[in-house]
């Protein structure tokens, strides 16, 4: 089975640019989450999604960033304009739901390098 | 608030020993924890999860952990480290009243010397 998949895996820009990362997560999943991980900040959580939804985007960082999911199959994280500070390794994963909080699982990380 | 708190952010141990890697916990509702490994260049993969069942649950690859509601703890364990356990290993609580809002702790790097 396809787990959650990712691209682009590495992005180098310069500062200002936009950057959009992609994400399909797996068939049937109804939750859909973005996170950021950095040596400094750790695993934060952006946002999530819950069929489509956003459900908490409390650790969007700032206006430059946004994320959608226009079907169940798709999802962007977006950030206009794009600096230095944002360079991380964004990762996305899904979670089946179903009443239970359960296991989430990652796709491989879109390496972001703002330069 | 939610939190973890793990404690060594690197810990080493000779092939063979016992692995000990330390989470503790703060939860305003009964928690679900889990441990989660990073391998090199790749995301975080489930190693097991507590959701108020047993409380010594069983993971793959060997790993289990040890909820003790008194010590507010979720240890990670394995008897004896493999080459291959060398990994970044993340404690991770559940949201407010079971929400999907995970707490991930800081991770704790796992050497294993030959």
């Known amino acids: 089975d396809a787990g959650v998949i990712q691209s682009p895996r590495h992005e180098v820009t310069e500062m200002g640019q936009e950057v959009t990362l992609r994400c399909k997560p797996i068939?049937?999943?109804?939750?859909l989450f973005w996170y950021r991980q950095t040596m400094m900040r750790g695993l934060e959580l952006l946002i999530y999604f819950n069929n489509n939804v956003p459900i908490d985007d409390s650790g969007m960082p700032e206006d430059r960033f946004s994320a959608k999911m226009p079907n169940a199959s798709f999802s962007t994280l977006k950030i206009q304009p794009s600096e230095p500070r944002d360079s991380a390794v964004y990762f996305c994963a899904s979670s089946p739901g179903g009443g239970l909080v359960g296991e989430l699982f990652f796709g491989e990380g879109s390496r972001l390098t703002v330069l | 608030a939610q939190s973890v708190t793990q404690l060594g952010s690197h810990v080493s141990v000779s092939e063979g020993a016992l692995v000990l890697l330390r989470c503790n916990y703060s939860?305003?509702?009964?928690?679900?924890l889990f441990w989660y490994v990073q391998y090199p260049n790749q995301g975080l993969q489930l190693l097991l999860k507590y959701t108020s069942a047993a409380t010594l649950v069983k993971g793959i690859n060997g790993f289990e952990a040890e909820f003790k509601k008194s010590e507010t703890s979720f240890h990670l364990t394995k008897p004896s480290a493999h080459m291959s356990d060398a990994a970044e290993y993340f404690c991770?609580?559940?949201?407010?009243?079971?929400?999907?809002?995970?707490?991930f702790g800081t991770g704790t790097r796992l050497k294993v010397l030959a």
């Open positions: 068939s049937g999943h109804d939750y």
């Open positions: 939860s305003s509702v009964p928690p679900y």
């Open positions: 991770a609580v559940s949201g407010d009243s079971g929400t999907y809002k995970y707490i």
